[in-house]
């Protein structure tokens, strides 16, 4: 029999303190407000991509008579979210390492799915989805929420911010990524054959300057961390990407700064 090939992406964004902090922030009631519709206190749930776990932890809450796996590559982030599900006495909770492309779960073995912003960081979405199905019972719900950086807009708007933009995506892209998956995530889900499927949309943004500051503060850190791979590709030299470090900070303490990304979302079902 042919050995199954392993895939596994780099994550390009890193894992850097004001990254995974931002992560941290992120709440059920907002980021998965889609698909919690779609749950009940019964159901066993799977996260992949669970990052720190607090989206995780929420999902846990609901399906509060049921059991959710929350499945990571990173062995880092499984750590902290094993230590937040703690801290907030969850016990029908369990974390583990594991790849999107191959589940270690029994065909039919959790009733929904959900996977936020980790399909824009796979070169296989579909091979992901299908993979998914697998482990879906029959009539199992699946909901993916990812943004679309061909929606993101910055005000002001100069020539260094659209530089940083472009670098983002380029790094992406340069890992395996897809910064405009969103936009196709009904026809990835009725390609990897599942049925009903249903697109919705939401939108982030920072109006506040304690707001704008976080994200400027965290897309000077991104451009540091991307600095050795933009190099190497002459995407940029070291003391451009100095300039644009500082320009990201700069921007978001400008007193008009203002950010707004479009995170596209959609539900599945399987027959």
């Not at 594991?98 to 824009?120: G, K, T």
Request: proline letters at 3%; a positive charge.
């Amino acid at each position: 029999m042919k050995e199954k090939k392993k895939e596994c992406e780099k994550y390009s964004p890193g894992y850097s303190k004001k990254l995974i902090q931002s992560y941290q922030r992120r709440k059920v009631n907002r980021e998965a407000i889609f698909f919690t519709p779609h749950l009940h206190s019964k159901m066993n749930l799977l996260d992949c991509g669970c990052g720190p776990g607090t989206i995780t932890v929420g999902l846990a809450k609901i399906v509060s008579e049921g059991k959710v796996t929350g499945i990571d590559i990173e062995v880092t982030q499984i750590e902290k979210a094993k230590k937040h599900a703690l801290d907030q006495n969850i016990s029908n909770i369990q974390f583990q390492v594991a790849n999107i492309y191959e589940l270690p779960f029994s065909d039919n073995s959790f009733d929904a799915v959900f996977s936020h912003a980790l399909m824009q960081h796979l070169k296989h979405p579909l091979n992901a989805l299908k993979e998914i199905k697998r482990v879906l019972k029959p009539r199992g719900v699946v909901g993916l929420r990812d943004d679309d950086q061909g929606s993101l807009i910055l005000s002001p708007h100069n020539s260094s911010m659209n530089k940083v933009i472009e670098l983002i995506k380029k790094s992406m892209k340069h890992y395996g990524g897809n910064p405009k998956v969103g936009r196709q995530h009904r026809e990835l889900l009725r390609k990897a054959g599942f049925i009903n499927v249903e697109a919705s949309s939401s939108c982030e943004y920072d109006g506040i300057l304690e707001e704008t500051q976080k994200r400027g503060d965290l897309a000077a850190e991104l451009i540091t961390y991307m600095t050795e791979t933009a190099v190497k590709m002459n995407w940029a030299t070291i003391d451009e990407m100095k300039k644009l470090s500082v320009d990201c900070k700069n921007w978001g303490r400008n007193p008009d700064a203002f950010d707004s990304i479009i995170w596209c979302e959609a539900v599945g079902w399987k027959e």
